[in-house]
């Protein structure tokens, strides 16, 4: 069996793959860009043998410690940070692994760059905010008082930025209050759209044969804080959630990527659809698609060992939920029925597997720490 090895962080999205793959029978070698080795999943049953490099030595480590044999193995990303890093590392890395990517380096990483993706997008057909523009964040405080209000500003390069970096502003005012917060320099500003529904289109690109493999729409039923799109979502057919997949199938292509994917979008409450951004990894959502019966990672170790993957391409896939637990704790005492009533009848969860016994005790332990803790602090008052 063909070796796959996945580059990622201490998180959810990474475990995601691991599992998609581990539930095939495929035992990745995982490379974690941490320098510390405490990690929730580091003693999964799905994992071949895993390590922990600082984002500055992972280029060398891949060449020199993990590649080897007659076969290349499946590289699998599962960061802005690390997708970018492969990218402008590909002439390098090609020679030794079969990577996700467009066949020219640096191609990725331009695109990456939000307003080059929005000017795409819009060629493509795709809608995109009004009034978007590029800002540095220096220059903010001087043409506040122009700004869309009320407007939305996101890191240039979600590579060099956080979500903290992510803020809405409804006035001068707010935008000056905030703008201290932001510790990103280059900024894109948009309209703030008021939306009504957000979803994603989760896929896996083939482009050497045509083919962009698009299962189903993931609709974020609610989100684990305002400044994310991690939270419990659905998998739903394209057909139900009403989305034109055309455009979308060439924006794809025209940024020349193959590999696993996510592309976001918002809808207002005219029906608008907007294009927010494309994430050119595996989507930390991603899970609900295998538990759905679109299992992408597998699809994309497929396809890259001369597999059968066509064969899993016509399969109906099924209705799911997924619920990242953990974050979803900030919402217990709000939503404290809705949080319980999806937990107990979700399809999967992101952050445990109770097939996976000594990640979901480690889990478990954890997550009856932060109960009791909340439970002493409720006490108190």
Same mark, same amino acid.
């Given at each position: 069996?063909?070796?796959?090895?996945?580059?990622?962080?201490?998180?959810?999205?990474?475990?995601?793959?691991?599992?998609?793959?581990?539930?095939?029978?495929?035992?990745?070698?995982?490379?974690?860009?941490?320098?510390?080795?405490?990690?929730?999943?580091?003693?999964?049953?799905?994992?071949?043998?895993?390590?922990?490099?600082?984002?500055?030595?992972?280029?060398?480590?891949?060449?020199?410690?993990?590649?080897?044999?007659?076969?290349?193995?499946?590289?699998?990303?599962?960061?802005?940070?690390?997708?970018?890093?492969?990218?402008?590392?590909?002439?390098?890395?090609?020679?030794?692994?079969?990577?996700?990517? +467009?066949?020219?380096?640096?191609? !990725?990483?331009?695109?990456?760059?939000?307003?080059?993706?929005?000017?795409?997008?819009?060629?493509?057909?795709?809608?995109?905010?009004?009034?978007?523009?590029?800002?540095?964040?220096?220059?903010?405080?001087?043409?506040?008082?122009?700004?869309?209000?009320?407007?939305?500003?996101?890191?240039?390069?979600?590579?060099?930025?956080?979500?903290?970096?992510?803020?809405?502003?409804?006035?001068?005012?707010?935008?000056?209050?905030?703008?201290?917060?932001?510790?990103?320099?280059?900024?894109?500003?948009?309209?703030? !759209?008021?939306?009504?529904?957000?979803?994603? !289109?989760?896929?896996?690109?083939?482009?050497?044969?045509?083919?962009?493999?698009?299962?189903?729409?993931?609709?974020?039923?609610? +989100?684990?804080?305002?400044?994310?799109?991690?939270?419990?979502?659905?998998?739903?057919?394209?057909?139900?959630?009403?989305?034109?997949?055309?455009?979308?199938?060439? &924006?794809?292509?025209?940024?020349?990527?193959?590999?696993?994917?996510?592309?976001?979008?918002?809808?207002?409450?005219?029906?608008?659809?907007? &294009?927010?951004?494309?994430?050119?990894?595996?989507?930390?959502?991603?899970?609900?698609?295998?538990?759905?019966? +679109?299992?992408?990672?597998?699809?994309?170790?497929?396809?890259?060992?001369?597999?059968?993957?066509?064969?899993?391409?016509?399969?109906?896939?099924?209705?799911?939920?997924?619920?990242?637990? &953990?974050?979803?704790?900030?919402?217990?005492?709000?939503?404290?029925?809705?949080?319980?009533?999806?937990?107990?009848?979700?399809?999967? &969860?992101?952050?445990?597997?109770?097939?996976?016994?000594?990640?979901?005790?480690?889990?478990?332990?954890?997550?009856?720490?932060?109960?009791?803790?909340?439970?002493?602090?409720?006490?108190?008052?």
């Amino acid at each position: 069996m063909r070796e796959v090895v996945i580059i990622g962080p201490k998180h959810h999205n990474t475990y995601g793959v691991i599992r998609s793959l581990g539930k095939k029978g495929i035992k990745p070698t995982v490379v974690l860009d941490s320098d510390t080795d405490d990690c929730f999943f580091a003693k999964s049953r799905y994992i071949g043998s895993i390590s922990h490099i600082p984002v500055p030595q992972m280029i060398d480590h891949l060449t020199s410690h993990v590649a080897g044999g007659d076969e290349k193995p499946v590289l699998i990303c599962c960061s802005d940070t690390l997708s970018s890093l492969v990218d402008i590392n590909r002439d390098m890395l090609a020679d030794k692994y079969m990577i996700p990517g +467009a066949s020219r380096q640096g191609a !990725i990483t331009h695109l990456m760059n939000k307003q080059n993706m929005s000017e795409l997008a819009e060629k493509c057909g795709l809608n995109i905010p009004p009034h978007t523009q590029t800002i540095e964040r220096d220059e903010l405080m001087q043409k506040k008082e122009s700004m869309p209000y009320p407007c939305i500003l996101k890191p240039l390069v979600s590579a060099e930025g956080h979500k903290s970096d992510i803020m809405i502003c409804t006035s001068p005012e707010q935008l000056a209050e905030n703008i201290s917060q932001i510790d990103c320099k280059h900024l894109q500003v948009q309209k703030f !759209i008021d939306k009504t529904m957000e979803y994603q !289109i989760i896929g896996c690109s083939l482009l050497a044969d045509n083919e962009i493999l698009t299962p189903g729409g993931v609709k974020l039923r609610l +989100a684990a804080s305002p400044r994310s799109n991690t939270g419990i979502v659905t998998l739903e057919p394209l057909e139900k959630l009403n989305i034109d997949i055309a455009p979308i199938k060439a &924006f794809i292509q025209a940024t020349g990527y193959s590999g696993l994917f996510s592309v976001e979008f918002i809808r207002d409450s005219q029906g608008r659809d907007y &294009f927010m951004e494309m994430n050119f990894r595996n989507d930390g959502n991603a899970i609900v698609m295998t538990a759905g019966g +679109a299992n992408l990672p597998y699809m994309w170790y497929l396809y890259n060992t001369d597999g059968d993957w066509r064969d899993l391409c016509g399969k109906k896939i099924k209705k799911a939920t997924a619920v990242p637990l &953990f974050p979803m704790l900030s919402w217990l005492k709000s939503r404290p029925l809705y949080i319980l009533s999806k937990s107990l009848t979700c399809s999967v &969860f992101m952050d445990i597997d109770f097939c996976d016994p000594k990640t979901t005790c480690r889990q478990l332990a954890t997550l009856v720490t932060i109960l009791k803790t909340q439970l002493v602090k409720r006490i108190k008052r």
